[in-house]
């Protein structure tokens, strides 16, 4: 293909992606498709001869499209928003051409200053403080943007135990260990430390400590999924109790169950007085902090080590653009920072964005966020955000008129959680059919026992008529699963009764009779129904503790009170394979290996152990920061 041919088909597909975008309500959200469905469709090698450009456009129509899941459907609630926007699109059509490496200043200046100016623009439109600013007189700190939040969690995982493990080897240090520790092993050193996050951190928390053998301990939430400032206080006197030192505590505003919020106003002291990192992961509400009034969850910003969002989920810049703030940048330079004599350059006084990430090479982003910025401006920003936000109240209103269902956990910006009041059978099979039909993409999530559907508004093309027109849907369907026969739940089944466990016995009790129910119908051939999750949430009574954080994924261990458990469910046919009940264990061994603070184990004890002897530490402290006693010769 040369230039002249590039334009001519470059202006077709312009074409095919103007036209796929805006009819893609025609399209079925959810592909009927099975996995290897591609395989046979192509070619077992690549072809040796050019083949027309015409035959590759028709095959991405024929081939391609049938098993694509459609993000910017109106009918898409599945996840969080992942939108584009025609702006965000023509940026990185022209940072490709670009295709720049943008990893020092001297690889490309335009690359780096455009990121630092954009990175300033959003730090202020969304009020963030002073401290996260490029350009301010009294800052040490910056923004860059990354590929995912995921990737900056880690990021800010690695530096606060770099910085921890500095502060420990110092002599300066206030720590009293500091003087022996000096000469100590970074390796050994690293497996005293422990991080926290809330029961309802996004996966990508415990990921971060897998890959850097950083303990990862999840303190239960209040009644409305909230980390409070006395849980955490708690646990870290427990944990300096046990010879462990606090690094870094992620907190999380917009949770991905039912976009619950941490509670910085509690937590940002605590971690300042106590020396952990505050790590603020707002992936999709932190968009919401466009609009002055969407910013009730913002109180305790100021004591942020760093802040993460995605400008990829709710601000129509599209994958991959996660935007990213340091308080102090020299803190991540310490970290990344390597010096090889090729990426050595003149203005060696300048912003290298290679040392504040884990990759070398990055690409030209900034592009397509300067481009939405001035092409859309914050005004009509603002506008999409609040259209999102009143479109999920309007579904949120359909749900409370009818009886029939129920919304188990408050509406937050653009997300509402609803179930069937008949019970987790019901709901799930509703979720079932709606999944099925490939009408819409919904996903479920849990609230202690409780299934629930989650329902996010995500596209920017979504009315008021698309609301109409899902709700109905799924009233329809919910009509054919309400028979006499397949009722709600008895009244006297839903009242409280003295104890957790005669509630439990009792949930368990109905959610068998239901499950018979199902059964008999499913013998009579009037219903077909994937593996059912009533037993796996409901069976496990007072365990339903926080996620497990073992290494062998088993159940957790019983939990102490009766606050509210809420963490994403996998899909029905991975059900099955969950455990009703936990692993036998055996000794104080098997219990530890349900604890969560020792689901990651550390350097020492998996790689390290034949390469260093242990440090002369009494026993009882040894045994907190091991994932299992060690026998000392």
Not at 31 to 37: E, L
Not at 264 to 289: F, K, Q, T
Request: aromatic share 8%.
């Amino acid at each position: 293909m040369q230039a002249e041919e590039y334009t001519r088909r470059g202006k077709e597909l312009v074409d095919y992606i103007g036209q796929y975008l805006t009819e893609i309500r025609s399209r079925r959200v959810l592909p009927d498709v099975q996995p290897g469905f591609l395989r046979p469709l192509l070619p077992s090698s690549a072809p040796c001869e050019p083949e027309p450009w015409e035959n590759i456009l028709q095959d991405v129509e024929n081939i391609i499209m049938p098993g694509v899941v459609h993000w910017q459907s109106p009918h898409m609630h599945a996840y969080f928003p992942a939108l584009n926007s025609w702006p965000s699109l023509l940026g990185d059509m022209l940072a490709d051409a670009i295709n720049c490496l943008g990893f020092t200043w001297a690889s490309s200046p335009a690359c780096t200053e455009l990121e630092m100016c954009v990175m300033d623009w959003l730090c202020k439109a969304l009020g963030l403080p002073d401290h996260f600013l490029h350009h301010h007189p009294d800052s040490r700190g910056g923004g860059i943007l990354q590929s995912t939040v995921s990737e900056c969690t880690l990021v800010a995982l690695l530096a606060a135990r770099k910085d921890k493990i500095l502060q420990m080897k110092s002599r300066d240090s206030t720590d009293t260990f500091s003087d022996s520790l000096t000469d100590t092993d970074e390796s050994i050193l690293n497996s005293r430390l422990i991080a926290y996050a809330s029961d309802q951190a996004h996966s990508s928390v415990e990921k971060a400590g897998l890959i850097s053998l950083v303990k990862i301990r999840f303190l239960e939430t209040d009644e409305k999924f909230s980390l409070r400032g006395e849980t955490l206080q708690r646990a870290i006197q427990e944990d300096r109790r046990r010879g462990l030192l606090p690094v870094m505590l992620c907190a999380t505003l917009g949770s991905t169950g039912v976009c619950s919020f941490d509670c910085l106003a509690e937590l940002g002291p605590i971690c300042a007085r106590e020396g952990l990192w505050l790590h603020v992961d707002a992936a999709y509400a932190g968009s919401a902090l466009l609009c002055p009034e969407l910013r009730y969850f913002f109180s305790g910003m100021e004591f942020a080590d760093s802040f993460v969002f995605n400008p990829s989920k709710w601000m129509m810049v599209h994958f991959d653009c996660t935007a990213f703030w340091v308080k102090d940048k020299f803190k991540l330079q310490q970290t990344f920072s390597v010096d090889p004599l090729y990426l050595r350059h003149d203005n060696s006084g300048a912003t290298d964005f290679m040392h504040w990430q884990i990759p070398l090479s990055r690409r030209f982003r900034s592009l397509k966020l300067w481009f939405v910025m001035r092409s859309f401006g914050l005004k009509n920003l603002q506008a999409h955000i609040r259209h999102g936000v009143e479109m999920a109240k309007l579904f949120e209103s359909l749900v409370r008129s009818d009886s029939n269902f129920q919304i188990p956990a408050e509406r937050h910006l653009g997300l509402v959680v609803f179930c069937l009041m008949g019970g987790n059978a019901l709901t799930q099979e509703l979720l079932r059919r709606l999944t099925q039909s490939g009408t819409m993409f919904l996903i479920p999530a849990a609230v202690g026992t409780k299934l629930i559907i989650r329902f996010t508004v995500t596209s920017q093309f979504t009315q008021p008529e698309d609301i109409h027109r899902d709700w109905g849907i799924i009233q329809r369907v919910a009509a054919e699963l309400i028979k006499p026969g397949f009722g709600a739940r008895p009244l006297s089944l839903s009242l409280s009764t003295d104890t957790e466990a005669s509630e439990d016995e009792q949930e368990t009790l109905w959610q068998e009779q239901e499950a018979e129910k199902l059964g008999d119908r499913l013998s009579e051939g009037r219903m077909r129904l994937e593996p059912m999750i009533d037993k796996h949430l409901v069976r496990q009574g007072q365990r339903r503790a926080t996620r497990s954080m073992s290494c062998s994924a088993e159940l957790p261990p019983t939990r102490p009170d009766s606050a509210h458990n809420l963490r994403e469910v996998p899909p029905p046919g991975a059900l099955a394979q969950i455990p009703e009940s936990p692993v036998p264990t055996e000794g104080r061994r098997g219990q530890k290996r349900l604890l969560k603070f020792h689901s990651v184990p550390s350097l020492w004890q998996c790689a390290m152990q034949q390469m260093y002897r242990p440090l002369h530490w009494s026993t009882s402290r040894a045994s907190y920061f091991t994932c299992c006693t060690l026998t000392q010769k």
